[in-house]
């Protein structure tokens, strides 16, 4: 029991190796053998022992949502001091992991693993999320992130961008996920890539426009299939340091300040 508990327990891998007093050590580097590992929520410890202590778990980021509290589960190896995000009034992200298990069901149906599925929608919304900052439509990103921030991200964007990506991008993950396993969606990835003579997604393509639909932005398609590549749609370095909302390109403003008030983090 202890073993399917604790599956990094009897590994002798060297990257398993921590001082003795990292209390914590084991767990942080036990993700790169046994998976990722994150933060437990102290209330609901306290709930089931009585005491609200520091807990670490293995939890892919597809299982990261605390229901019950509606706090995010960040990684226990992140070296900040955060152990969760708040996620109350962000009942969208909260409705993306109830939707997590019909779309792992799904998966299983489609004899597909369904860590592989989670990790390509997470690839897809990896590369979104550099190129976000040059979308000049985008807007719902950048309000979550001020949420999660506790109201304002813009006094410390690079650090937030970084901190509360996964909880911020997680109903369109799923939402990619879900795409990816539907055979309509196959079916024009086939046609648009050239239905068997291989080219590049073409901007005008359906299957982009029909995921941007899916992720609530149908502006979203020929941006989708357009490598902007390099550094086009990154921040200059320290842009929250020397940009303010009303000297920012308009493109930045949405990231640099919050448009109405949001609950603070806990």
């Known amino acids: 029991m202890l073993?399917?508990?604790l599956p990094s327990w009897g590994e002798e891998d060297a990257q398993l190796r921590v001082e003795d007093e990292d209390p914590l050590g084991l767990w942080r580097?036990?993700?790169?053998?046994?998976?990722?590992?994150?933060f437990g929520r102290r209330l609901?410890?306290?709930?089931?022992?009585?005491?609200?202590v520091r807990v670490v778990r293995y939890a892919p980021r597809w299982e990261r949502v605390c229901m019950?509290?509606?706090?995010?589960l960040l990684d226990a190896d992140a070296h900040q001091p955060l152990e969760h995000l708040d996620l109350r009034g962000l009942p969208e992200v909260v409705e993306a992991q109830r939707r997590c298990a019909r779309v792992a069901r799904r998966a299983v149906r489609a004899g597909a693993e369904t860590e592989r599925v989670f990790a390509l929608a997470r690839a897809v919304m990896a590369?979104?999320?550099?190129?976000a900052f040059g979308w000049e439509r985008e807007a719902i990103w950048p309000r979550r992130l001020h949420h999660v921030a506790g109201g304002d991200a813009g006094g410390d964007l690079e650090r937030w961008?970084?901190?509360g990506r996964h909880a911020v991008v997680f109903p369109e993950v799923v939402a990619v996920?879900?795409?990816?396993l539907d055979p309509g969606m196959a079916e024009l990835v086939w046609?648009?890539?050239g239905a068997g003579r291989p080219r590049a997604l073409p901007t005008d393509g359906m299957f982009c426009r029909r995921l941007g639909e899916q992720v609530g932005r149908p502006w979203l398609g020929p941006l989708a299939a357009t490598d902007h590549g390099g550094h086009t749609n990154k921040p200059p370095p320290s842009v929250s340091g020397r940009l303010t909302r009303s000297s920012a390109p308009s493109r930045l403003r949405r990231w640099l300040a919050p448009y109405g008030r949001h609950r603070p983090a806990a």
């Not at 590369?127 to 190129?131: H, K, L």
């Not at 996920?177 to 990816?180: E, R």
Request: with cysteine; proline share 2%.
């Open 191 to 193: 046609v648009d890539s």
């Open 3 to 5: 073993a399917r508990a």
């Open 29 to 38: 580097v036990g993700g790169a053998v046994a998976g990722p590992v994150a």
């Open 127 to 131: 590369r979104w999320w550099e190129q």
């Open 68 to 72: 019950r509290h509606g706090r995010w």
């Open 44 to 52: 609901c410890t306290a709930r089931r022992t009585g005491a609200a």
């Open 161 to 163: 961008r970084i901190v």
């Open 177 to 180: 996920a879900d795409a990816l």
